[in-house]
């Protein structure tokens, strides 16, 4: 990716990245469409052999793997080939650890050097879908990226949120998790709606999507002047910036049949002729909206969000003249359109801008907690750039043949992902004893809650995102390094919370792979596993947990704690002083949750130790 | 072969795992791989059927995925060792 690296603090040959050997010695195998082997992303120069645990294997035909790509393979709905047919596999995997590509753009916008999080992370990949992606060919990919010594998953795919002894991708995590091995899953594009995340298992790193500080301006400037800034990829030169006479076909809201969404419908519409025709967002994809544009005449397309989609706007690769504008810029178009019976309006073309202050914002389509399966889990753990990320594809949008240097312009929480799979790697490669849970706590109660104006992180509508659309904040992956103290889960800390979910002895036994006895077991509530954040339904009574945390930064220090309360609940830690004398060193706490009058709305607050080096945060999401 | 689904089997391992060994020289894999081979129905070669398993998991969970019939789920269920069988679903990409 062209920004998203320097967005995430990471510079080549200095901080973090030097520190992390840029991922070096770490192998992540990404489940996805497969790959284009040629891309120069995927070339290893500069890269070392894969470690010599590495049993993968190469199925392309020609011996196109390399010391970059050590391991490619193709399962039974995988047209005979790990070979990418769609781009989203080679996207994902240059996200993760593409290497180093200079002059990367998409129609000369968003250039500069492509490089991935970990850019000399090895990459294992799995091609598990082509127009799907079906269980049996995921599950015998897990199986066997767990034979062949993955380090590190990344999962930019899903379903539903269904118990976790129901949810394949859940069970295949378990069984990676208990070998050391960081499962990384994107958290879905179902939102800005509340429990919509897939992937929401506690072992699972679950992704949600924000935007960068980047945008690829294209301007709407309307016939009084007015200039609404929205983005586009496709920005011609050619483009004679004179006013047009727009179309709306969807201005009569009343007129259910109009054709707002500009689908092939519009080609029977002979006003969109020499015209800029405003279309909404949904239905169809926004490319297939300016194709059908293209087709019936029209000049461009001003395509508006919906109040769904709010601030969040997408750079894509139009076949015309064309921009995205915000929700509120659309109102204020089609005010503009009521106002005056000639409405008109051109393009101004402004290429790529760099300084959006409210970056990072979470994306009106990642998907939102309270988890559906474990509500007492906060979820998602982490957002990351997921929104108009620019990485390496299969083919060319621009229709060049010249070059196998293709990239492309994509959006969603499979974008997300494998920026979290690369921070994964980077850290287990300068922490190779880090636990899964031990590296996920340190990108959790590091990660950052404001965005470049210093404001709280804010949500698609430019409102303070709250907890379960952010979970612990925006990851900051240097901090990660050194996160001070994390919260540790060991394997076996999963089955009284398993049993607390009140599930059978077999159902916990189908996650284990062994009989477990509930009975026998001790139970917890969810809110008891030693996770790094906090998610608390209030009733009428007290609540008691206790956490631990280990001592991974000096070994003499004292942390305080500073407790930020969650509106009407009482929150106390006891002891309010941590001393650790040695590295490793295991401490304890209680946390007690005492509602204060009866409880009705939502509310998050937080809880950091701190010593004079480290700020360790946990988040706290309340809700009635 | 038209009412075949992939279908996701879980199943549990005998009380004495060891006991499924029928050859000295078989690796664990093959005796687990065996053993799930012992839940499908029983094909005729005669018919050129297409083969019912699809994988064997050994990591994951203990079970596989197969193309089966709902006739043949009911026959399954019947089994020494059978836990659940479910149609597979399509996952999607975000």
Same mark, same amino acid.
């Given at each position: 990716? /062209? ?41 290893? *120069? ?14 392309? &035909? ?35 650890? @593409? ?49 062949? @010594? ?60 924000? /935007? ?13 002047? *007015? ?36 689908? *092939? ?39 508006? &969000? ?17 921009? &995205? ?24 073309? %402004? ?52 070059? %196998? ?61 709250? +907890?379960?659309?952010?979970?612990? @904040? ?10 001070? +103290? ?43 596993? &030693? ?18 945390? /280990? ?10 704690? %500073? ?35 009866? #409880? ?7 809880? /950091?130790?701190?010593?004079?080096? #480290? ?10 | ?39 499908? =129905? ?8 297409? =083969? ?27 089994? =020494? ?5 479910? =149609? ?7």
């Amino acid at each position: 990716t /062209t920004h998203s690296p320097i967005f995430l603090g990471l510079h080549q040959n200095s901080g973090f990245w030097r520190e992390s050997n840029y991922g070096k010695g770490v192998i992540i195998g990404v489940l996805d469409t497969g790959i284009e082997p040629n891309h120069p992303s995927f070339s290893d *120069e500069g890269m070392p052999p894969p470690p010599a645990k590495w049993k993968g294997k190469c199925e392309f &035909n020609t011996p196109v793997c390399n010391k970059k790509l050590i391991g490619a393979r193709f399962f039974q709905d995988g047209n005979g080939s790990p070979a990418d047919e769609s781009g989203h596999g080679t996207h994902t995997a240059g996200t993760a650890a @593409g290497n180093f590509v200079m002059g990367a753009n998409v129609f000369g916008n968003a250039n500069g050097t492509a490089v991935g999080v970990a850019p000399h992370a090895h990459l294992a990949i799995y091609k598990v879908c082509t127009t799907g992606c079906s269980e049996s060919d995921i599950l015998a990919a897990m199986d066997v990226a767990i034979d062949d @010594g993955v380090d590190i998953l990344s999962l930019s795919l899903g379903g539903s949120s269904v118990p976790f002894h129901n949810d394949n991708i859940a069970l295949g995590a378990y069984s990676a998790m208990e070998k050391g091995i960081l499962v990384s899953c994107s958290a879905g594009n179902n939102g800005p709606f509340g429990s919509t995340l897939s992937n929401d298992a506690p072992w699972i790193l679950t992704v949600g999507a924000s /935007t960068i500080d980047r945008q690829i301006r294209a301007t709407a400037v309307l016939g009084n002047k *007015e200039e609404l800034d929205g983005q586009s990829l496709y920005q011609p030169k050619d483009f004679h910036p004179r006013l047009y006479p727009l179309f709306y076909p969807g201005l009569n809201q009343s007129d259910t049949d109009a054709d707002r969404y500009c689908t *092939e419908a519009l080609l029977n519409i002979t006003q969109v002729k020499g015209k800029i025709v405003i279309c909404e967002v949904g239905l169809i994809p926004p490319t297939s909206k300016g194709t059908n544009v293209k087709a019936a005449g029209g000049v461009g397309m001003i395509m508006i &969000n919906s109040e769904q989609e709010g601030y969040t706007t997408r750079a894509d690769a139009h076949v015309l003249p064309a921009t &995205n504008i915000n929700y509120a810029d659309g109102l204020k178009l089609i005010a503009y359109l009521e106002s005056t019976s000639s409405p008109v309006a051109t393009f101004s073309f %402004k290429g790529t801008i760099i300084g959006d202050s409210h970056a990072p914002a979470v994306a009106s389509f990642s998907s939102r907690g309270p988890s559906y399966s474990s509500p007492g889990i906060l979820k998602p753990d982490i957002i990351g750039p997921g929104v108009n990320i620019l990485a390496a594809y299969h083919e060319s949008v621009e229709n060049s043949t010249n070059t %196998k240097a293709n990239f492309h312009v994509l959006s969603g929480t499979s974008m997300s992902c494998p920026h979290l799979s690369g921070v994964a790697a980077l850290l287990k490669s300068a922490h190779p004893d880090w636990s899964p849970a031990a590296i996920k706590s340190a990108m959790m109660t590091t990660a950052d809650l404001v965005n470049l104006a210093q404001n709280p992180i804010e949500d698609e509508k430019h409102l303070p995102a709250d +907890l379960f659309t952010m979970g612990s @904040g925006h990851v900051n992956p240097a901090r990660a390094n050194n996160p001070g +103290l994390i919260y540790d889960i060991e394997p076996k800390d999963y089955i009284p919370y398993l049993c607390g979910l009140n599930y059978s002895d077999r159902e916990v036994g189908r996650i284990l792979q062994r009989k477990a006895n509930c009975k026998a077991e001790s139970r917890i509530s969810e809110t008891q596993l &030693n996770y790094p954040s906090f998610s608390i339904v209030v009733g009428s009574t007290i609540q008691k947990y206790t956490r631990t945390v /280990t001592n991974v930064g000096d070994a003499n220090s004292i942390y305080r704690v %500073k407790i930020d309360q969650p509106g009407g609940v009482n929150v106390t830690v006891k002891p309010r002083i941590l001393s650790f004398s040695k590295v490793n060193q295991k401490l304890s706490y209680d946390i007690t949750f005492t509602p204060l009058s009866p #409880y009705e709305t939502p509310s998050d607050g937080s809880l /950091t130790w701190t010593s004079a080096k #480290y700020s360790v945060r946990s988040p706290i999401a309340a809700q009635p | 072969s038209a009412n075949l689904e992939t279908y996701i089997v879980h199943v549990e391992l005998p009380e004495s795992y060891t006991q499924l060994s029928t050859s000295s020289i078989s690796s664990p894999n093959e005796d687990l791989d065996s053993w799930y081979n012992s839940f499908l =129905p029983t094909t005729i070669a005669s018919t050129n059927e297409a =083969p019912r398993m699809v994988y064997c998991y050994h990591n994951v969970f203990k079970g596989f995925s197969a193309k089966l019939s709902a006739e043949d789920v009911k026959v399954m269920e019947k089994k =020494p060792g059978f836990l659940s069988a479910r =149609p597979q679903r399509m996952l999607s990409l975000h």
